[in-house]
């Protein structure tokens, strides 16, 4: 059989007498053996075999010779009204109908595209979640010069009757409501009902998620994609009631933790630094970008004459990334100057920073808040909607203990309300989590390690320091390091990472950094930091050379402390190490 055919054995085929029937014999009634069923429940399959085989080998023998007739569509149509899941037999009548479109009259084929769709109902009975079905009918429909929208919208009302979290059905209604410029509000209710009907509803609560914003209209004080403060609280109280009703359930959870996300971050370029001493811009974005011809683009003005650069990301690496860098000409840092004005344009975006005469570096940045950077701030309105919420989900939790979505949930809501006053709490919540939800426990692990990491940074820009100590957390990876490129002294010692990424080399003002006794077996991460002095890596897992190759891009490194490492007991001599590192005044080991 090809590849993709399918299963043969729903193909209809004349059928043999029943495997019950009763035979009378000598005046007595002789009932099939076990034997005698089998054996002709084989001979009907193998029979419906044959006639699959053989309509599927003259289908293809046509499709070869090219003669695409309605023959063809006589023939798949056996073959899918029992087994629409036949991929390559939909492409098939597709070739078939483009090329009767060119040789009927316009009334011919729109009487084939009637039997056509007619057939792909039949075949939606068969099995509602073929795949192949759905997508014939897109492209059936989208070949019709007038289709019958409001028919559509019928099928898939009368389908999503019968099984409401059919999501190819709800794919294919959402075509249709765009086909047909349906209002979002009609759509919103039509889920309304549904999710009234049965709040188990995956499809259903995303549906909001995507028509929700389109009610609203743009404005500059309300971020894209997010929504008004009366429709939200709705929308709370609403999904409130869901996992209410069935805390196990985990569609109306999801759709909660939607609700309580942020918007993108709006564009903005968040820092400009200028070092005199390595004679280089870096500019740190609200978002990863890839700079380029077509992509993005920035001017650079340096005293208000543009200066041609070229920019590329810390770590070398073709990608999107939040940290850009360009190198400055000798000529635009002249020190006779009293001082040198920098203005970045990119878009209509624009920051300005200025270096003046003796200083070593200067930047100029956003204040940074936990709402501009984590959360969203929130009105008294709906702090008390989202306090109320996190009481009731906390009397759920004492009725459900187990309930691993009602303890992320409240988790989510204490990031929401104050992630630091709740920093404690929090830090049990993900405790009992665990417990309840041991096979996610890496992912807990580092969706803790994410919120600790903003609570840490936060701390750090209300102090308005750049010295950051994440030692002692328990960290299993590094977020948000973008929010660091200002930082001089980082400790990482004591927590449970296994490498340095790549995004450390986005702290282009780091001098120290500390990383003793955690499991690292890679510093790839370590790389092209021009002003790190100190590496520190004691009590850690490594065990080649090689992988300290790129400490040689830090040109300043001169102490790096390799103590009770498994390089240290092998056959490692310091003269093997200064030759890898031959910058690096003192390598302890």
């Not at 399959?45 to 293809?60: D, P």
């Not at 389109?214 to 004080?221: A, F, G």
């Not at 021009?530 to 065990?543: A, F, G, V, Y």
Request: proline share 6%; with cysteine.
């Amino acid at each position: 059989m090809n590849p993709g055919m399918g299963d043969p054995g729903s193909f209809r085929a004349p059928a043999p007498p029943s495997p019950s029937f009763i035979y009378p014999q000598h005046g007595r009634l002789k009932v099939k053996t076990t034997e005698e069923q089998n054996e002709a429940k084989r001979a009907e399959r193998e029979q419906k075999l044959k006639l699959y085989r053989e309509a599927t080998e003259a289908i293809f023998r046509k499709r070869q010779e090219g003669r695409l007739d309605e023959s063809i569509l006589e023939l798949t149509s056996q073959i899918l009204g029992a087994n629409p899941d036949f991929a390559t037999l939909w492409n098939c009548r597709r070739e078939v109908l483009v090329q009767l479109e060119a040789q009927k009259s316009p009334e011919e084929f729109a009487a084939l595209v009637t039997a056509e769709l007619g057939f792909l109902e039949s075949c939606l009975r068969v099995n509602p979640k073929s795949y192949g079905t759905w997508h014939h009918r897109c492209w059936l429909l989208g070949r019709l010069p007038e289709p019958n929208w409001t028919r559509e919208l019928e099928l898939c009302a009368k389908f999503l009757e019968a099984d409401e979290r059919n999501f190819h059905c709800w794919d294919y209604r959402r075509f249709v409501a765009q086909k047909a410029a349906v209002p979002p509000a009609e759509e919103l209710a039509f889920t309304d009902s549904l999710i009234t009907r049965n709040f188990s509803n995956y499809s259903s609560w995303h549906y909001r998620s995507c028509l929700l914003p389109k009610l609203q209209p743009l404005s500059d004080s309300q971020p894209p994609g997010r929504l008004p403060e009366d429709m939200l609280l709705h929308e709370l109280e609403l999904v409130q009631n869901a996992f209410f009703t069935d805390p196990n359930d985990q569609s109306a959870w999801f759709y909660h933790r939607w609700l309580l996300g942020r918007a993108d971050p709006q564009d903005a370029i968040r820092c400009l630094h200028v070092s005199q001493s390595e004679a280089c811009l870096t500019v740190c974005f609200s978002r990863p970008i890839i700079v380029g011809p077509g992509i993005e683009t920035m001017m650079l003005l340096v005293d208000e004459s543009p200066l041609s650069v070229e920019w590329r990301t810390p770590d070398g690496r073709e990608r999107p990334s939040y940290v850009w860098l360009c190198d400055l000409p000798a000529d635009s840092l002249n020190h006779e100057f009293s001082q040198h004005s920098f203005l970045l344009m990119w878009g209509d975006i624009q920051k300005h920073c200025v270096l003046y005469k003796g200083q070593k570096e200067s930047w100029c940045r956003d204040s940074a808040t936990d709402e501009q950077l984590f959360r969203t701030e929130l009105s008294v309105e709906k702090s008390t909607v989202l306090q109320s919420e996190l009481e009731s989900c906390k009397e759920l939790q004492d009725l459900e203990p187990d309930n691993k979505w009602c303890l992320l949930t409240i988790i989510l809501l204490m990031r929401a309300l104050d992630p630091l006053v709740y920093e404690k709490d929090t830090l049990k919540y993900f405790q009992s989590l665990k417990v309840a939800d041991p096979m996610r426990a890496s992912y807990l692990d580092d969706l803790r390690s994410k919120f600790l990491m903003e609570n840490h940074i936060l701390k750090m820009e209300y102090a308005e320091v750049r010295v950051l100590d994440l030692s002692y957390k328990d960290l299993t990876v590094l977020c948000h390091l973008d929010q660091l490129m200002l930082v001089t002294h980082l400790n990482l010692s004591h927590n449970l990472l296994r490498s340095l990424p790549p995004a450390l080399a986005m702290l282009r003002c780091l001098e120290v950094l500390e990383a003793d006794g955690n499991a690292i077996e890679s510093v790839e991460g370590v790389v092209n930091l021009p002003r790190l002095r100190e590496l520190s890596l004691c009590d850690n897992r490594l065990q080649h050379t090689l992988a300290l190759q790129t400490l040689a891009s830090c040109p300043k490194l001169s102490l790096l402390s390799l103590e009770r490492n498994p390089l240290c007991h092998l056959e490692t001599t310091p003269e093997e190490l200064r030759a890898l590192l031959p910058g690096v005044d003192r390598i302890l080991t």
